[in-house]
T-cell receptor, first 115, second 111 residues
Framework: DARVTQTPRHKVTEMGQEVTMRCQPI?????VFWYRQTMMQGLELLAY????????DSGMPKDRFSAEMPDATLATLKIQPSEPRDSAVYFC?????????????FGQGTRLTVV | QKEVEQNSGPLSVPEGAIASLNCTYS??????FFWYRQYSGKSPELIMF????GDKEDGRFTAQLNKASQYVSLLIRDSQPSDSATYLC???????????FGQGTRLTINP
């Protein structure tokens, strides 16, 4: 049963602490997306990778967010220092992007609460 | 102007009727369009995609694309209470490999 796996599912942390979210994409997929979802903004694209190379991270606050893909089975999103406004659900999605085809399959998400 | 726009709803439809969901996009060069369904507290799941003008049907779902008007729609026939969810329209931006999502339309099917 191929699926995108995200950890942790829930995270509560204090303001100023570092938060690391992890994602294991579906084997064979060449593209990984990081999205953030809030009631106000909906699904916002933070960053995405093709064949592990970062293509666009313009959606991320650069001073505190960083995204990496150290190998084909792991993508990470890090926030340092975290702030209450970072509270949201963070989704990782992966897909095999070929030509027009950009079907993306989502993980279960990490619900982050910064207090 | 947002890249992808949807009416946030809520849209309320009686059971058995046709639910019609709409989406407009700003990038005229976009070629790939996707509909996702998201149940409350769950992650989005892909239900349909369409690349060409016209209609694409899959069971009770029909996606319609009008490139000239930059308009995508999703029709759900014989709607069921289990169709109650938020429906997200996504567009692949031309020249990039990223998917941009609309705000989503919350649909409620009333028994």
């Amino acid at each position: 049963d191929a699926r995108v796996t995200q950890t942790p599912r829930h995270k509560v942390t204090e303001m100023g602490q570092e938060v690391t979210m992890r994602c294991q994409p579906i084997l064979g997929h060449n593209t990984v997306f990081w999205y953030r979802q809030t009631m106000m903004q909906g699904l916002e694209l933070l960053a995405y990778f093709r064949n592990r190379a970062p293509l666009d991270d313009s959606g991320m606050p650069k001073d505190r967010f960083s995204a990496e893909m150290p190998d084909a089975t792991l993508a990470t999103l890090k926030i340092q220092p975290s702030e209450p406004r970072d509270s949201a659900v963070y989704f990782c999605a992966s897909g095999l992007v070929l030509g027009r085809n950009t079907e993306a399959f989502f993980g279960q998400g990490t619900r982050l609460t910064v207090v | 102007q947002k890249e992808v726009e949807q009416n946030s709803g809520p849209l309320s439809v009686p059971e058995g009727a046709i639910a019609s969901l709409n989406c407009t996009y700003s990038d005229r060069g976009s070629q790939s369009f996707f509909w996702y369904r998201q149940y409350s507290g769950k992650s989005p799941e892909l239900i349909m995609f369409i690349y060409s003008n016209g209609d694409k049907e899959d069971g009770r779902f029909t996606a319609q694309l009008n490139k000239a008007s930059q308009y995508v729609s999703l029709l759900i026939r014989d709607s069921q209470p289990s169709d109650s969810a938020t429906y997200l329209c996504a567009v692949k931006v031309q020249g990039a490999q990223k998917l941009v999502f609309g705000q989503g339309t919350r649909l409620t099917i009333n028994p």
